[in-house]
């Protein structure tokens, strides 16, 4: 049996109100508990789309289909007037998804303007964002979320040392291969990291000829035996109009014996993660930077 960590990033109200319910539904039909990263803010994610405007986006918008995989309002939210507070307006789906027994993470206040600019917050600033959004999430689901998740993999050494002040148990904040202790600013940090490893649905598909028909086969067939592996969903994609894929992916898995979990219990057991740190990196089929797990020379004793 091999373990495959299935995270789920909730970046808008629309994916709050109608992917999670139906995500909730097919995990529960499948007997899968996963964790759920939310963001609880204002749904500002329309204005991350517009930004984006140049021909490689536009490419990637064309060859995803956007409009029919993410539908016009989340295009749009933010872009017109300023976009609707998402734990205030859908509290109902984060508190279901809680009392299912998923685990809770924190995702984001502000998912767009996190990601178009967290490299020049100022550390107080970072710190601030994380008190209102998990003060935001606790109020809902009535206890701390276990962990928290950069939006976009956006994560620099600056956010890993301003989240050792919040009691998460770990972060998944970056790609890459491993569980490791991070080193940023020459400490040791409290909080491992638990990196993503496998692309998200808009990274694959359309690309080195994958579709819809193949895509379950080439990600299942990316799943190492005996290493860690970590997948993203979002509740806009395998919520809404990539529902049946998803439904069918975890039919595929379970076939071959791969058992989805929720990302905390890939922790190690007893003996510590090596340690490891992160940069930024470009990565095929994505927009801009993420943080990427990186080996780190260590001094002989
Ligand atoms: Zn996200």
């Not at 080193?183 to 496998?198: K, N």
Request: hydrophobic residues 45%; glycine residues 10%; contains cysteine.
């Amino acid at each position: 049996m091999t373990d495959l960590g299935l995270r789920v990033d909730v970046d808008t109200l629309r994916g709050t109100r109608d992917g999670v319910p139906r995500l909730l539904e097919i995990l529960d039909r499948h007997r899968v508990r996963a964790t759920f990263f939310f963001s609880v803010g204002p749904d500002n994610m329309g204005r991350h789309l517009w930004r984006l405007l140049r021909p490689s986006f536009l490419i990637k918008m064309l060859r995803t289909h956007a409009t029919s995989l993410y539908g016009w309002d989340i295009v749009l939210r933010g872009t017109l007037w300023p976009g609707p507070q998402i734990g205030a307006r859908a509290a109902a789906p984060i508190r279901a998804t809680a009392a299912a027994g998923h685990e809770i993470g924190f995702h984001a206040w502000d998912h767009e303007a996190w990601q178009r600019r967290v490299e020049r917050l100022a550390p107080a600033e970072i710190r601030a964002i994380f008190a209102r959004g998990i003060d935001s999430l606790a109020a809902i689901i009535g206890r701390m979320p276990t962990a928290a998740a950069a939006p976009g993999w956006r994560c620099t050494n600056t956010v890993l040392l301003e989240k050792e002040a919040f009691p998460f148990a770990y972060g998944s904040d970056c790609r890459g291969s491993a569980v490791f202790v991070p080193v940023a600013g020459g400490q040791r940090l409290s909080q491992p990291q638990i990196p993503v490893t496998l692309p998200t649905y808009d990274e694959l598909v359309g690309r080195q000829g994958v579709t819809d028909d193949s895509y379950n086969q080439r990600l299942l067939a990316m799943v190492r035996p005996g290493e860690l592996n970590v997948l993203t969903v979002h509740a806009e994609v395998e919520g809404g109009a990539k529902s049946d894929l998803f439904d069918r992916f975890l039919q595929e898995a379970a076939a071959r014996d791969v058992c989805l979990r929720p990302l905390g219990e890939l922790l190690p057991r007893g003996a510590a993660a090596p340690l490891g740190a992160i940069g930024p990196e470009l990565i095929a089929g994505r927009d801009g930077w993420v943080a990427v797990q990186r080996q780190i020379a260590v001094a002989a004793e």
